[in-house]
């Protein structure tokens, strides 16, 4: 069964801390995306890559960086984890065969609360 | 860029009744729309997509969407609700030639009551 597996499915972390969530897709695909999902707002487009080492920033970058340096492993990195990074960290996926990523698969997510 | 709306944020319905949520987008270009349904405890899954052609599109569950291009909207409907369907469902835009990921909405938070 293919799959987009998350690393932690909660993270408890400290103000200042350096946080890394990882997520990995079994199926050979090219695009992939981090969101952070919060009630109310619903998903937000964090950073998303559509190779290895490229990125390109979504809606709300600040405060984040990727790392892409294989191709099935997508890693979000909060430099300086913060109160308000508090939230759902969904990874997903795109064959580059779909441009138009209706075949987005998601993985379970993150659940990442800062103290 | 492009953006989404959905207006009802929390929507509660007795079983059987039907079910009509709204979401319009704002892109001047060609966008393909889709709805994303999230049940409680499960992954984000497609409920149902629009690219091109006829603007009544059917997805699983009984579910279908309406695309109507002057009113940039695309709104979801069924005309029985199950208590199974109590779930989250986002609408979600892809703007052709724009960047390549979606821009999602808000999200509707439905609660079918048995």
């Known amino acids: 069964d293919v799959k987009v597996t998350q690393s932690s499915r909660y993270l408890v972390k400290r103000t200042g801390e350096k946080v890394f969530l990882e997520c990995v897709q079994d199926?050979?695909?090219?695009?992939m995306f981090w969101y952070r999902q919060d009630p109310g707002l619903g998903l937000r487009l964090i950073y998303f890559?559509?190779?290895?080492?490229?990125?390109e920033k979504g809606d709300i970058p600040e405060g984040y960086s990727v790392s892409r340096e294989k191709k099935e492993r997508f890693s979000l990195i909060l430099e300086s984890a913060s109160t308000n990074q508090t939230s759902m960290y969904l990874c997903?996926?795109?064959?580059?065969?779909?441009?138009?990523?209706?075949?987005?698969?998601f993985g379970s997510g993150t659940q990442l609360s800062v103290l | 860029a492009q953006s989404v709306s959905q207006h009802n944020h929390h929507v509660i319905l007795s079983e059987a009744a039907s079910l009509e949520l709204g979401c319009n987008y704002s892109?001047?270009?060609?966008?393909?729309l889709f709805w994303y349904v999230q049940y409680p405890g499960q992954h984000l899954q497609l409920l149902l997509k629009?690219?091109?052609?006829?603007?009544l599109v059917k997805g699983i569950k009984g579910f279908e969407a309406e695309f109507i291009k002057s009113k940039f909207s695309f709104n979801l409907r069924k005309p029985s609700v199950q208590w199974s369907d109590t779930a989250e469902y986002f609408c979600?835009?892809?703007?052709?030639?724009?960047?390549?990921?979606?821009?999602f909405g808000s999200g509707t938070r439905l609660q079918v009551q048995p």
């Open positions: 199926m050979d695909h090219e695009n």
């Open positions: 979600a835009v892809n703007a052709l030639g724009g960047r390549r990921a979606l821009t």
């Open positions: 892109y001047g270009g060609t966008v393909n």
């Open positions: 629009y690219f091109s052609g006829d603007p």
């Open positions: 997903a996926s795109s064959s580059l065969l779909t441009p138009t990523n209706e075949k987005l698969l």
């Open positions: 890559s559509y190779d290895v080492k490229m990125k």
